[in-house]
């Protein structure tokens, strides 16, 4: 079965620390890719999304991402982190012609200490 | 303003009353789905509906029903709920073709 793992449950940083978060799934095909963040106490919200082109995405809030099609990756890195930057994120792959529907790693937390 | 409503946002309930968890969205979107959250497990699939009367079990649908009578709704029932649905649920929706989800605000669902 298809799967995203994410390899850090819990990253401790402190501002202006350097941010690269790990997402790698199981699929050999054609994939869309996502991250997700969840603010304490909200829902999720799409941080950025590559769906084709290039494999670097730049995202909201600072955040971007690179596709590496050979390591089935698609990490997520920020050059500064903020206080503001605490939250859990997800990462979530879309098998292309899935209609949708979306596979979601366990999720990595992050605390920042101001 | 587009957005995908839940309600309700909290519930304690007690085993066996069954009980529903509403989901609409006004962005006329065909995809719509459901996911329980859970500490260390990430957001698992309950169910998903591609569109109007077309609903699909997802990766965790025991104990759980749902239908899909409109397009805007897409509620979640649980006939007799126990204690290991305690959990957390966010509805989402999407167009069909644009696999960007859009996430309600969630229902943390608590069942003694």
């Known amino acids: 079965a298809q799967s995203v793992s994410q390899h850090n449950h819990h990253v401790i940083l402190s501002e202006a620390a350097s941010l690269e978060l790990g997402c790698n799934y199981s699929y050999g095909g054609t994939v869309n890719l996502f991250w997700y963040v969840q603010y304490p106490g909200q829902h999720l919200q799409l941080l950025l999304k590559y769906f084709s082109g290039d494999p670097l995405v730049k995202g909201i809030k600072g955040f971007e991402a690179e596709f590496i099609k050979s390591k089935f990756s698609f990490n997520l890195r920020k050059p500064s982190v903020q206080w503001s930057d605490t939250a859990e994120y997800f990462c979530?792959?879309?098998?292309?012609?899935?209609?949708?529907?979306?596979?979601f790693g366990k999720g990595t937390k992050l605390s920042v200490k101001p | 303003e587009a957005q995908v409503t839940q309600n309700p946002r909290y519930l304690i309930t007690v085993t066996g009353k069954k009980l529903t968890v509403t989901c609409s969205q006004n962005m006329n979107h065909e995809y719509m789905s459901w996911y329980r959250q859970d500490p260390g497990l990430g957001l698992r699939q309950i169910y998903y509906?591609?569109?109007?009367?077309?609903?699909d079990k997802g990766d965790v649908p025991e104990g759980y029903k749902v239908s899909r009578k409109e397009k805007r709704n897409f509620p979640l029932i649980l006939e007799s709920p126990s204690p290991n649905q305690t959990s957390l649920y966010f509805c989402?929706?999407?167009?069909?073709?644009?696999?960007?989800?859009?996430f309600g605000q969630g229902t943390r669902l608590t069942v003694v």
């Open positions: 509906s591609m569109n109007v009367e077309v609903t």
């Open positions: 989402a929706s999407s167009p069909l073709g644009a696999p960007e989800a859009f």
């Open positions: 979530a792959v879309e098998l292309a012609g899935s209609q949708g529907n979306l596979i």
